[in-house]
């Protein structure tokens, strides 16, 4: 069963629209991840879901009960659903263990020692109970704002851009420890990022928000390899763009006629991008399609070169840094895969 | 601190301190002095009623501008109502009206012989005895008044705490599990502690040093008991003693909250502040709002402030006489010189405190601080003794060494006047401008000092452009005080020099009410404007919302 | 820097204070008295002798505690009080010098001032009993001694203990019957109270007139005060009740003084005793009289219209200096009797 359903929900301030009909679902131990750029609507569905914003139209269900409509919002407090902060929100004038007790304060004590000593434990920090917040670093905060709104046993939790105040390193070691907790509690997470290697690191679903709409809504691997518009393409990962005609035996591009069975959707003669992920390009000396290497940086095990076409397009790829090319070299590329992705020209003016 | 210089200024700093200290130190100072006879009459006869009524005051004016000030506060700064605007900045009106005025105002109107009285007795035929109505001059009564005119330090502190906290705090305690009325009181009510135990000793110490209300009404409390002592004993040693047992009342309070605070921390963790929107209230909770936040209001300022209008009115051709604009001139001008030099001296010594932290500063502001509590005339006489001092010593030096007599050089003049002030209403300013310096981090003052300001330079360029609102409010704050300030005033001005509060006492201590009402009338009038200015500093000083 | 600014301020602050240049005759007033209560007089004596008066009013025990610290140096030429009390202390602690003057001496009566002319009366202010038209006969009414019979219990209203005028009565009490004697009436007394004391002499008249109690004590000027206020309320309350002299038998009714002594550190010594002088002239005595319905100590000089209405009375011709002798002990006793 479902534990979020969200069904056309649509939202607006005054005269903005800012969610426009999203529908999504999420599955019992499901972690997704919404993700899009600053002022894409991402955090105003969170907060949305979690009760903080009532709705234009649609509804949000949670395993069958009504959360959200149009004309009722059910009460944060009554939605058992947990939420983690931007800035943690820890309560300054409560210790670690008043923090995490605070939603379960109407247990018996015992109990809600056993829980707060497990959560400790979840999160490697026992012996904090004690403290307070500003005697925490930044992670440690991060973790105990987790166990706090753990401790309720939410059937829903959310995370609100839980790692942008930390470097980067420490979001790397975080985000696994923060999934390894989560999958070891099974519990059904949304959370919110601008950063896709959080969600890609994160996240079983993720969706991608632009300008209020949900534009796809799918695994990591599908999002990167079938994006499902060219916003998608550009924001998930590093995309080149080629320009293309619609042919009976495929797309023609500046790489030669390629072959693939998205082009089946347009019409000949139809003008499409066609998106070239810079692993897709390997060199060949025996290609006949020729292009010179213009610049190069080096990326540790890879070099990422931007190659021009005779067409006068660019080409970003990456290439293994075992072998080295000089530059103005001139190098014979092909596509290594038929797995492309195409899109009308005009839905992408800028690569 | 390791600089020579500053080694040498934390001495300046030191020595500014005692200054300030000086006159409750000279009151403390009577301590040592042997105990005579007089105590044990207090002790047999009145010390006990003195204590058990001031803490009953006391305790009633707790509950009273902590219900009042904590709850329009709440109303003002999260929820959206019928007249929120207007009310939040009339809510601080009440702050210019002296309580010893409102008292005066209200035994005019509730009194068995005034017209709320007398028209019920008219309507069912009443007389005395057969019906029960509130006695107005009774310590309940005290506790009304005083509840009226001092909650507006509880509200205005709170109010910029409520508006000061992160949005996301609140949220998080509503998602586990609290409804936001359950938040306020588990979140937002602790996290305003602190602003709201600043705002109740400011309460709290004017409650102690009330003399006019109490004295009026009858209830024996230790400011009476004080007068008594000195006035009608003549003893004026007993009486000091008094004063410093009520002067260490105060230090144990103040030790017992800051006990109670220890480790927790009070400022908000976070840096991003996020507003909120207002719970917009409709029917019967939006009315409700309306009617709690109307009420103070309506009994602290405009009841009182029409019976003076009335009384003005009725005594216009003889109270308004040239001399008038005198007084409202000299009143006004010696507000702002006090406001002045008191914020400066709050800001010079506030941020001492925080550089230097050492003992001697911290406990020599301290001390300052508690003139707030002790009646202006015991002030003023810990003002006396010193400057008489002084100006007897450069007197005689000067006689014996150059043959000049210097007289009075500081006794009798404005400026024993403002060093009084300053002493009795550093509290004010110093709470006001401490809060405004804890809002900025430590680490601003090391950016400064390492891009090459000096402390004082740190203060200038950083600190003040960054409090400006709380220096206006600590201005503010004593500007009206400094007008209500009445028995430190009497005592310590200089020939042929009145204001409008001096004026306002002679005429209600020889009993002509109706008199003194043009003069108070006056005083609310003055204090308006800054009350205002003080409503708008304190809007300016709340975070600007971001965006999403 | 700071420092430099703050000996700016200072100067900026003594330029401020009025300078007392010598090219006018003065003489400098600390007043008890209100502004209201002894200004016009003071004006009326610049005008008729050209002498300047400087003027600071307050409470009597502020303005004597600032006195005593000012000590020799202070500016002070003269302090006017409103009770004998307040000019007793002062003399007591030594901050009076004596004045010998024939006006003085020959205008005030022995008892209205100082044995030893360090003092001097300058209106005589009573303190009588007020009883409510039909509800009290006054034959009722004798003495103070004799309101705490039972036959008063719940029916008298009378100010707080912390008034001066009410220390004063009981300090002549004490002069009379002596403090055993006044401590037992006190007792009796303070049972007899229809409320807890509260509110100032006008309120008790008004209580009377409300019919919280049938008699109250008051000063007589505050009753002047009440029928000549132009607000009608305040006229109806006191034209409910009429004025007792009590102990017209035996001592007399109970007077105070409000009075004057001149300042040992004066420095306007010849001026100061032309104010004194002036003050007991028969027109000043009159206006007394005239403005706030007290009584003159010039024999012979004119009364207000309503006092001569309230009629002659026979006032206790105790030394004044009695009351300020025993002000401690009565207020001492006055506590212990549970009169707050």
Redesign the interface.
Same mark, same amino acid.
């Given at each position: 069963m479902s534990v979020l359903t969200l069904d056309k929900v649509s939202l607006a301030y005054q005269d903005k629209q800012v969610l426009n009909e999203i529908s999504l679902t999420l599955e019992e131990g499901e972690i997704a991840c919404l993700l899009g750029p600053s002022g894409c609507g991402k955090t105003t569905l969170l907060r949305a879901i979690a009760g903080f914003k009532s709705l234009q139209s649609g509804e949000i269900k949670s395993s069958q009960h009504l959360l959200s409509s149009a004309n009722h919002t059910l009460p944060t407090e009554k939605r058992n659903i947990g939420m983690v902060f931007q800035d943690f929100a820890l309560f300054p004038h409560l210790s670690i263990g008043q923090n995490i007790c605070f939603g379960i304060r109407h247990q018996k004590k015992a109990e809600k020692q056993a829980r707060l000593n497990e959560l400790l434990e979840l999160v490697g920090l026992q012996g904090y109970a004690n403290r307070y917040p500003h005697e925490l670093s930044g992670g440690q905060q991060q973790r105990i704002a987790l166990a706090r709104a753990m401790a309720p046993r939410p059937r829903l939790l959310l995370l609100d851009e839980p790692f942008s105040s930390m470097d980067v390193e420490l979001r790397g070691t975080l985000a696994k420890e923060i999934r390894s907790i989560l999958k070891h509690e099974n519990i059904t997470t949304v959370m919110v990022t601008h950063d896709q290697h959080e969600a890609f690191s994160m996240a079983d679903k993720i969706g991608v928000l632009n300008d209020g709409h949900l534009l796809q809504w799918d695994d990591a691997r599908m999002l990167y390899h079938y994006p499902k518009t060219a916003f998608v393409a550009r924001f998930v990962g590093r995309s080149n763009f080629l320009e293309g005609t619609i042919t009976e035996q495929g797309v023609e591009t500046a790489m030669g006629v390629l072959s693939t069975t998205a082009a089946e959707s347009f019409s000949s003669g139809d003008k499409v991008k066609v998106l070239v992920r810079p692993e897709y390009v390997q060199l060949s000396v025996s290609s006949a399609i020729q292009a010179e290497l213009v610049s190069r940086q080096f990326r540790g095990g890879y070099y990422m070169y931007t190659l021009q076409l005779s067409s006068g397009e660019q080409l970003q790829v990456l290439l293994s840094s075992l072998a080295k090319h000089q530059l103005g070299e001139s190098v014979g590329i092909v596509l290594s895969t038929d797995r492309l992705s195409l899109f009308p020209s005009d839905s992408c003016a800028t690569t | 601190m390791h600089n020579g210089l500053i080694g040498i200024r934390s001495w300046w700093v030191v020595l500014i301190g005692l200054l300030m200290a000086l006159p409750v130190l000279v009151v403390l100072g009577f301590v040592l002095q042997p105990f005579n006879q007089n105590w044990q009459h207090l002790y047999d006869n009145l010390l006990g009623e003195y204590i058990s009524n001031s803490l009953i005051l006391m305790l009633g004016v707790t509950v009273g501008v902590l219900s009042m000030g904590i709850i329009t506060a709440w109303l003002t700064s999260t929820c959206e109502f019928p007249g929120r605007r207007l009310l939040s900045w009339s809510l601080l009106l009440p702050l210019a009206i002296p309580a010893y005025i409102i008292a005066y105002t209200y035994t005019g109107v509730l009194d068995f012989a005034g017209p709320v009285q007398s028209q019920l007795r008219e309507w069912f035929g009443w007389r005395y005895g057969q019906y029960w109505f509130p006695e107005i001059r009774s310590i309940g009564g005290a506790v009304a008044m005083l509840s009226l005119v001092l909650y507006p330090y509880v509200y205005m502190m709170a109010r910029a705490a409520f508006l000061e906290q992160s949005v996301s705090v609140l949220e998080a305690s509503r998602t586990l599990g609290n409804t936001p009325f359950q938040g306020f009181m588990r979140v937002a009510l602790p996290l305003a502690r602190p602003a709201i135990i600043t705002g109740l000793s400011l309460a709290l110490m004017e409650t102690l040093a009330d003399y006019g209300t109490v004295q009026y009404f009858g209830v024996t409390t230790f400011t009476t008991g004080i007068f008594r002592t000195w006035y009608g004993l003549d003893d004026s040693v007993s009486a000091a003693q008094l004063a410093s047992l009520l002067l260490s009342f105060v230090a144990i309070l103040i030790l017992l909250e800051r006990y109670s605070r220890r480790k927790a921390r009070f400022h908000s963790t976070s840096n991003k502040e996020q507003r909120g929107q207002r719970y917009t209230l409709k029917g019967w909770p939006a009315f409700w709002a309306t009617l709690s936040c109307s009420l103070p209001v309506i009994f602290g300022f405009l009841i009182p402030a029409s019976q003076l209008l009335y009384w003005t009115l009725t005594t216009a051709q003889h109270t308004f006489t040239s001399d008038f604009v005198v007084l409202t001139t000299n009143s006004v001008m010696l507000a702002a010189i006090a406001a002045v030099v008191a914020v400066c001296f709050a800001l010079l010594l506030s941020y001492a405190k925080r550089l230097l932290g050492t003992p001697m500063v911290k406990g020599s502001v301290a001390v300052a601080s508690m003139g707030y509590a002790v009646p202006g005339t015991v002030i003023a006489v810990g003002v006396m003794l010193p400057l008489a001092w002084i100006d007897h010593t450069i007197d005689q030096w000067l006689t014996e060494y150059f043959g000049i007599s210097s007289g009075l050089l500081l006794s009798g003049t404005l400026f024993a006047l403002i060093f009084a002030y300053t002493v009795r209403f550093l509290s004010v300013s110093i709470q006001a401008v401490d809060a405004g310096l804890g809002k900025i981090k430590p680490s601003m003052d090391d950016a400064g000092r390492s891009l090459g300001l000096s402390p004082f330079g740190v203060l200038r360029k950083i600190h003040l452009p960054i409090m400006k609102g709380t220096v206006l409010t600590a201005l503010l704050l004593v500007f009206v005080d400094v007008l209500k300030e009445l028995p430190a005033t009497l005592i310590l001005r200089p020939f042929n020099f009145n204001t409008l509060a001096v004026r306002a006492y002679e005429m209600a201590s020889d009993e002509r009410l109706a008199d003194a009402g043009a003069p108070s009338l006056m005083i609310v009038m003055a204090g308006i404007i800054p009350v205002i200015l003080l409503s708008k500093a304190i809007a300016k000083a709340r975070p600007r919302g971001a965006a999403e | 820097m700071?420092?430099l600014k703050v000996a700016l301020?200072?100067g900026l602050?003594?330029s401020?204070?009025?300078s007392y240049a010598a090219d006018q005759e003065e003489v400098?007033l600390y007043s008890a008295r209100?502004?209201?209560?002894i200004k016009p007089l003071l004006d009326k004596f610049t005008e008729q002798t050209n002498i300047k008066v400087?003027?600071?009013?307050?409470?009597a025990?502020?303005?004597l505690?600032?006195l005593s610290?000012?000590?020799d140096?202070?500016?002070a030429d003269l302090l006017i009080t409103t009770d004998a009390g307040r000019l007793y202390?002062a003399k007591s602690v030594d901050v009076l010098q004596s004045v010998d003057s024939e006006v003085l001496n020959k205008a005030v009566p022995e008892h209205l001032r100082d044995p030893e002319s360090y003092w001097f009366g300058l209106s005589v202010r009573a303190r009588p009993i007020f009883y409510v038209k039909g509800k009290v006969v006054p034959s009722e009414l004798s003495t103070y001694e004799a309101l705490d019979d039972e036959k008063w219990a719940g029916r008298v209203c009378i100010r707080?203990?912390?008034n001066?005028y009410n220390?004063s009565l009981v300090a002549s009490l004490i002069a009379a019957n002596g403090a055993e004697k006044t401590e037992a009436w006190a007792e009796g007394f303070v049972k007899n109270f229809a409320q807890?004391?509260?509110?100032? *002499?006008?309120?008790q008249i008004?209580?009377a007139?409300?019919?919280?109690c049938d008699i109250a004590v008051a000063n007589t000027y505050?009753y002047g005060?009440m029928l000549t206020?132009? *607000?009608q *309320?305040q006229i109806d309350?006191a034209n409910k009740v009429a004025i007792f002299w009590p102990n017209q038998e035996d001592r007399g009714t109970h007077v105070n003084v409000s009075g004057i002594g001149m300042t040992k550190a004066a420095k306007n010594v010849d001026q100061a005793k032309q104010l004194m002088e002036f003050l007991v002239n028969a027109e000043s005595q009159a206006w007394y009289a005239e403005v706030n319905s007290e009584f003159p100590v010039l024999e012979g000089a004119k009364w207000g219209d309503l006092m001569k209405e309230w009629g002659e009375f026979k006032a206790d011709q105790l030394n004044l200096s009695v009351l300020g002798e025993n002000?401690?002990d009565a207020?001492?006793l006055m506590?212990?009797a549970g009169w707050?």
């Amino acid at each position: 069963m479902s534990v979020l359903t969200l069904d056309k929900v649509s939202l607006a301030y005054q005269d903005k629209q800012v969610l426009n009909e999203i529908s999504l679902t999420l599955e019992e131990g499901e972690i997704a991840c919404l993700l899009g750029p600053s002022g894409c609507g991402k955090t105003t569905l969170l907060r949305a879901i979690a009760g903080f914003k009532s709705l234009q139209s649609g509804e949000i269900k949670s395993s069958q009960h009504l959360l959200s409509s149009a004309n009722h919002t059910l009460p944060t407090e009554k939605r058992n659903i947990g939420m983690v902060f931007q800035d943690f929100a820890l309560f300054p004038h409560l210790s670690i263990g008043q923090n995490i007790c605070f939603g379960i304060r109407h247990q018996k004590k015992a109990e809600k020692q056993a829980r707060l000593n497990e959560l400790l434990e979840l999160v490697g920090l026992q012996g904090y109970a004690n403290r307070y917040p500003h005697e925490l670093s930044g992670g440690q905060q991060q973790r105990i704002a987790l166990a706090r709104a753990m401790a309720p046993r939410p059937r829903l939790l959310l995370l609100d851009e839980p790692f942008s105040s930390m470097d980067v390193e420490l979001r790397g070691t975080l985000a696994k420890e923060i999934r390894s907790i989560l999958k070891h509690e099974n519990i059904t997470t949304v959370m919110v990022t601008h950063d896709q290697h959080e969600a890609f690191s994160m996240a079983d679903k993720i969706g991608v928000l632009n300008d209020g709409h949900l534009l796809q809504w799918d695994d990591a691997r599908m999002l990167y390899h079938y994006p499902k518009t060219a916003f998608v393409a550009r924001f998930v990962g590093r995309s080149n763009f080629l320009e293309g005609t619609i042919t009976e035996q495929g797309v023609e591009t500046a790489m030669g006629v390629l072959s693939t069975t998205a082009a089946e959707s347009f019409s000949s003669g139809d003008k499409v991008k066609v998106l070239v992920r810079p692993e897709y390009v390997q060199l060949s000396v025996s290609s006949a399609i020729q292009a010179e290497l213009v610049s190069r940086q080096f990326r540790g095990g890879y070099y990422m070169y931007t190659l021009q076409l005779s067409s006068g397009e660019q080409l970003q790829v990456l290439l293994s840094s075992l072998a080295k090319h000089q530059l103005g070299e001139s190098v014979g590329i092909v596509l290594s895969t038929d797995r492309l992705s195409l899109f009308p020209s005009d839905s992408c003016a800028t690569t | 601190m390791h600089n020579g210089l500053i080694g040498i200024r934390s001495w300046w700093v030191v020595l500014i301190g005692l200054l300030m200290a000086l006159p409750v130190l000279v009151v403390l100072g009577f301590v040592l002095q042997p105990f005579n006879q007089n105590w044990q009459h207090l002790y047999d006869n009145l010390l006990g009623e003195y204590i058990s009524n001031s803490l009953i005051l006391m305790l009633g004016v707790t509950v009273g501008v902590l219900s009042m000030g904590i709850i329009t506060a709440w109303l003002t700064s999260t929820c959206e109502f019928p007249g929120r605007r207007l009310l939040s900045w009339s809510l601080l009106l009440p702050l210019a009206i002296p309580a010893y005025i409102i008292a005066y105002t209200y035994t005019g109107v509730l009194d068995f012989a005034g017209p709320v009285q007398s028209q019920l007795r008219e309507w069912f035929g009443w007389r005395y005895g057969q019906y029960w109505f509130p006695e107005i001059r009774s310590i309940g009564g005290a506790v009304a008044m005083l509840s009226l005119v001092l909650y507006p330090y509880v509200y205005m502190m709170a109010r910029a705490a409520f508006l000061e906290q992160s949005v996301s705090v609140l949220e998080a305690s509503r998602t586990l599990g609290n409804t936001p009325f359950q938040g306020f009181m588990r979140v937002a009510l602790p996290l305003a502690r602190p602003a709201i135990i600043t705002g109740l000793s400011l309460a709290l110490m004017e409650t102690l040093a009330d003399y006019g209300t109490v004295q009026y009404f009858g209830v024996t409390t230790f400011t009476t008991g004080i007068f008594r002592t000195w006035y009608g004993l003549d003893d004026s040693v007993s009486a000091a003693q008094l004063a410093s047992l009520l002067l260490s009342f105060v230090a144990i309070l103040i030790l017992l909250e800051r006990y109670s605070r220890r480790k927790a921390r009070f400022h908000s963790t976070s840096n991003k502040e996020q507003r909120g929107q207002r719970y917009t209230l409709k029917g019967w909770p939006a009315f409700w709002a309306t009617l709690s936040c109307s009420l103070p209001v309506i009994f602290g300022f405009l009841i009182p402030a029409s019976q003076l209008l009335y009384w003005t009115l009725t005594t216009a051709q003889h109270t308004f006489t040239s001399d008038f604009v005198v007084l409202t001139t000299n009143s006004v001008m010696l507000a702002a010189i006090a406001a002045v030099v008191a914020v400066c001296f709050a800001l010079l010594l506030s941020y001492a405190k925080r550089l230097l932290g050492t003992p001697m500063v911290k406990g020599s502001v301290a001390v300052a601080s508690m003139g707030y509590a002790v009646p202006g005339t015991v002030i003023a006489v810990g003002v006396m003794l010193p400057l008489a001092w002084i100006d007897h010593t450069i007197d005689q030096w000067l006689t014996e060494y150059f043959g000049i007599s210097s007289g009075l050089l500081l006794s009798g003049t404005l400026f024993a006047l403002i060093f009084a002030y300053t002493v009795r209403f550093l509290s004010v300013s110093i709470q006001a401008v401490d809060a405004g310096l804890g809002k900025i981090k430590p680490s601003m003052d090391d950016a400064g000092r390492s891009l090459g300001l000096s402390p004082f330079g740190v203060l200038r360029k950083i600190h003040l452009p960054i409090m400006k609102g709380t220096v206006l409010t600590a201005l503010l704050l004593v500007f009206v005080d400094v007008l209500k300030e009445l028995p430190a005033t009497l005592i310590l001005r200089p020939f042929n020099f009145n204001t409008l509060a001096v004026r306002a006492y002679e005429m209600a201590s020889d009993e002509r009410l109706a008199d003194a009402g043009a003069p108070s009338l006056m005083i609310v009038m003055a204090g308006i404007i800054p009350v205002i200015l003080l409503s708008k500093a304190i809007a300016k000083a709340r975070p600007r919302g971001a965006a999403e | 820097m700071k420092l430099l600014k703050v000996a700016l301020f200072s100067g900026l602050m003594l330029s401020m204070a009025p300078s007392y240049a010598a090219d006018q005759e003065e003489v400098n007033l600390y007043s008890a008295r209100k502004e209201q209560l002894i200004k016009p007089l003071l004006d009326k004596f610049t005008e008729q002798t050209n002498i300047k008066v400087n003027l600071v009013t307050g409470s009597a025990d502020a303005l004597l505690k600032r006195l005593s610290l000012e000590g020799d140096k202070s500016l002070a030429d003269l302090l006017i009080t409103t009770d004998a009390g307040r000019l007793y202390r002062a003399k007591s602690v030594d901050v009076l010098q004596s004045v010998d003057s024939e006006v003085l001496n020959k205008a005030v009566p022995e008892h209205l001032r100082d044995p030893e002319s360090y003092w001097f009366g300058l209106s005589v202010r009573a303190r009588p009993i007020f009883y409510v038209k039909g509800k009290v006969v006054p034959s009722e009414l004798s003495t103070y001694e004799a309101l705490d019979d039972e036959k008063w219990a719940g029916r008298v209203c009378i100010r707080s203990s912390g008034n001066i005028y009410n220390q004063s009565l009981v300090a002549s009490l004490i002069a009379a019957n002596g403090a055993e004697k006044t401590e037992a009436w006190a007792e009796g007394f303070v049972k007899n109270f229809a409320q807890p004391p509260k509110g100032g *002499d006008r309120d008790q008249i008004k209580a009377a007139a409300a019919g919280i109690c049938d008699i109250a004590v008051a000063n007589t000027y505050y009753y002047g005060g009440m029928l000549t206020s132009g *607000d009608q *309320d305040q006229i109806d309350a006191a034209n409910k009740v009429a004025i007792f002299w009590p102990n017209q038998e035996d001592r007399g009714t109970h007077v105070n003084v409000s009075g004057i002594g001149m300042t040992k550190a004066a420095k306007n010594v010849d001026q100061a005793k032309q104010l004194m002088e002036f003050l007991v002239n028969a027109e000043s005595q009159a206006w007394y009289a005239e403005v706030n319905s007290e009584f003159p100590v010039l024999e012979g000089a004119k009364w207000g219209d309503l006092m001569k209405e309230w009629g002659e009375f026979k006032a206790d011709q105790l030394n004044l200096s009695v009351l300020g002798e025993n002000n401690a002990d009565a207020v001492k006793l006055m506590d212990r009797a549970g009169w707050r």
